[in-house]
């Protein structure tokens, strides 16, 4: 067998015929993150392909949205994406205000951004904790769920809810932050940042980790922007963009924080570990987001008023926002009645998982599953 | 450069393929021939002065009224940073298309979901198979005309209410 660069050739000079084998991962698989399958063709080790087969959880999302109406879908989009429900609530918030032309009171987009923040580190905390233990490290796992858990406990302070949340509405927020919220919000970040350090010394920078994810399943800028790779997957290879900055929306503009990229400090740009540790540090530029919120934050409304019938005119909106899994996108057409004509949202998980059948060529099957982590696919996000 | 610019540069190179531009009503777009759009996609990738490396969003919008389907290309450049949305019309009875899973990979699935969900065939896509649906599902469940079969393989697809006097989501009016 010799081994040239990322390409694993199999070469046999003794006689023996190596035969493809077709394997089945999943639905049910520990590691794949919900309910997903993979048929793999396999040489020995070594995968020649391994092509997913998504629809699982396929629960038409797209096509309630053009039954229930403007204000009542809200709860289904905590629904796209259960691991980071904020992110899609804001996103669906964003686009019927476009088409409506509904202003948010600025008191109500700052306790967005702060939900949604706090909802990105929960994310990131899971992502990272779930990779580690998908290769193999449970320990880190359950240190991560600690401090989910009372991100966890502070939005369901805020909403009633810890993870479907239905915190915003149309033109705001339901509610303002409860009392006290900001106060245990900035305990809580004093208690996360340290933990973060205590977590890399844990696990990011032990040396067997590293060897396992370094030049492991890498993906190119090139690539990345053709499989219209988004958020910290894009970021790991090494394009420095984010929607919150580069087209931005809400009070972002106001806020100083800095965006991740993948270096290569450990194998080739782009690896598993880049975007691993752009999770890691973005967490820490979230505790920064909401600290500057929760100090520009003044008294005000949350919620804008907005008729109760809601019927934007007819026209249409295509609105990003950047949730944990990057840039999505909603893509609304209104025909004028109190319910979207279409709605297409276009998430960060159905870009990764179209990129796994190419980038996963040569891996070996192990890898597949660290390759699955560091793209931190939530499947209903595929399936909608 | 914003929408009109880059459709003038569009105009001055593909002429008639190139169809009305919209800017009244919210976001700009502008229509492309069927036909052409897998070229008229290459050239906004390649042309430097436009670069748009990525589709941002690719979806289907099926229009029973005026007998068309409509498939629309959000493009976006991360080189320069500016956006363009096309629209292709296609006729309802037997929706065809030119693929441009050649252009970016991106399109790949997709265009499979517009395939699987509205029905449109994409003509030189490499793989063009259901993707959320399962293989043997009957219809396009996006159209707007689609009825919702009463079972598949032998599996109810609604139930009675078990509580009386509640109505289930099948029997309450739609709008």
């Not at chain 1, 769920?145 to 809810?161: F, K």
């Not at chain 1, 949350?302 to 295509?318: D, F, S």
């Not at chain 2, 919210?26 to 748009?52: R, S, W």
């Amino acid at each position: 067998m010799s081994i040239t660069g990322l390409e694993v050739e199999v070469e046999r000079d003794d006689g023996f015929e190596t035969e493809e084998m077709t394997l089945n991962m999943g639905p049910q698989h520990p590691s794949t993150h919900g309910v997903l399958r993979f048929v793999i063709k396999a040489d020995g080790e070594v995968m020649r392909k391994a092509t997913p087969d998504v629809g699982y959880l396929h629960r038409s999302i797209e096509k309630i949205a053009e039954k229930v109406g403007y204000a009542s879908f809200m709860p289904y989009t905590d629904r796209v994406d259960y691991v980071a429900a904020m992110p899609c609530n804001q996103g669906w918030a964003m686009v019927t205000e476009r088409l409506a032309g509904i202003e948010v009171p600025r008191r109500g987009e700052f306790c967005r951004v702060i939900a949604t923040e706090l909802n990105r580190i929960a994310s990131h905390l899971l992502a990272v904790g779930s990779m580690a233990m998908d290769i193999g490290a449970y320990t880190p796992f359950t240190h991560a769920l600690r401090e989910r858990e009372l991100i966890n406990e502070l939005l369901q302070e805020l909403c009633g809810s810890r993870l479907t949340f239905n915190y915003m509405r149309i033109g705001g927020c339901a509610w303002d932050l409860p009392p006290r919220f900001g106060e245990k919000a900035i305990e809580y970040l004093d208690h996360l940042e340290p933990i973060i350090d205590e977590y890399n010394a844990l696990i990011s920078f032990n040396k067997i980790y590293v060897e396992r994810l370094a030049s492991v399943a890498v993906i190119s800028r090139e690539e990345a922007i053709d499989y219209n790779l988004v958020g910290p997957n894009l970021r790991g290879s090494g394009v420095k963009y984010d929607v919150r900055r580069d087209e931005p929306y809400s009070v972002y503009p106001e806020i100083d924080f800095d965006i991740p990229v993948g270096t290569g400090e450990a194998g080739i740009v782009g690896d598993s570990y880049d975007r691993y540790m752009v999770r890691i540090r973005e967490m820490k530029e979230c505790c920064k987001i909401i600290r500057q919120c929760l100090s520009k934050m003044e008294p005000g409304p949350v919620i804008a008023k907005v008729p109760r019938n809601l019927k934007p005119k007819p026209g249409e909106a295509y609105v990003r926002v950047e949730s944990a899994r990057g840039d999505m996108g909603w893509y609304c057409v209104s025909d004028g009645s109190t319910a979207p004509y279409r709605l297409k949202i276009r998430t960060g998980s159905f870009a990764a998982m179209s990129a796994i059948e190419h980038v996963s060529r040569g891996l070996m099957i192990a890898d597949l599953v660290a390759l699955i982590a560091s793209l931190d696919i939530v499947a209903p996000e595929v399936d909608r | 450069m914003n929408s009109a610019e880059i459709v003038d540069r569009l105009r001055a190179r593909f002429g008639d393929k190139i169809g009305d531009f919209d800017d009244k009503a919210g976001d700009p777009f502008v229509y492309v021939q069927p036909d052409a759009i897998d070229e008229v996609c290459g050239h906004l990738k390649n042309d430097e002065a436009l670069a748009f490396d990525a589709l941002s969003n690719l979806s289907g919008v099926d229009h029973p009224k005026t007998s068309t389907i409509q498939v629309v290309y959000h493009l976006y450049s991360y080189r320069h940073r500016h956006m363009i949305v096309l629209k292709v019309s296609a006729n309802r009875e037997d929706p065809v298309i030119r693929t441009v899973a050649g252009v970016w990979r991106a399109a790949n699935w997709h265009e499979r979901e517009v395939f699987d969900l509205l029905g449109v065939r994409f003509e030189g896509h490499p793989d063009l198979r259901r993707l959320l649906m399962p293989e043997d599902w009957v219809g396009h469940p996006l159209r707007k005309d689609f009825v919702e079969p009463e079972e598949y393989h032998g599996i109810k697809t609604s139930r009675e209410s078990p509580i009386h006097g509640i109505k289930t989501s099948h029997e309450s009016p739609t709008k």
